[in-house]
């Protein structure tokens, strides 16, 4: 139970946080009334309630999600690209940004935090590439890439787009891809139609 915790104590995500932490503390709650040690099964089984309370909230809470488009050069978008490099090569290592190849640069925001950025360009008249769709740690649950490829459809529809495209480096990336609708195309990359 206390190694579960401890587990627990490592996670960037609040949502991974709080179900480890669940299991730790039922655990812990569990063991302390095995063992006839009430005080330890009340501390812990409080610790229950309370994840079990954030955890409904975060399930239930209905997230504002907006996109900004900025330019290419925007300084906080270089900013945010170079402090998150590290975590982008993770999920994206062949990732080098080149401004003037983009074609769209969104901020991804949710409840007017950051929460990531997306950037591509232009393939061919009809099909834009995603050459970065990133996610900061604390708001990766897939919420982010549903809304942003269900608000922007209409957006890359009126610029005359009709497919998305992108590349996939890591098995993680792929199953984020697939788990929005992409499916493996002939050429080699993933792709879904607007």
Known sequence: ASGIIALSMTM???VKFRW?????????AT???????FPV???NGFIVLVDIYYLSRIY???????TLEVRGDNKYLLKFLDFHKKDISKFFPDFI???????????????????????????DDKVIKIGL????AEYRDYKNGKFVLERLKDTFKDKGFEKVIAECATKHHEKYLRKLGFEMGSDGFFEIEL
């Open 12 to 14: 960037n995500s609040i």
């Open 20 to 28: 480890i932490n669940l299991v730790g503390a039922s655990t812990f």
């Open 31 to 37: 063991y302390g009334f095995l063992i006839d040690a």
């Open 41 to 43: 099964m009340v501390l």
């Open 60 to 66: 239930t809470k209905s997230h504002l999600f907006d």
């Open 97 to 123: 940004y080149k401004p003037e190849m983009n074609t769209i640069s969104f901020i991804v925001l949710r409840n007017m935090a950051v929460a990531g950025v997306l950037l591509g360009h232009q393939k």
């Open 133 to 136: 769709d990133y996610t900061v």
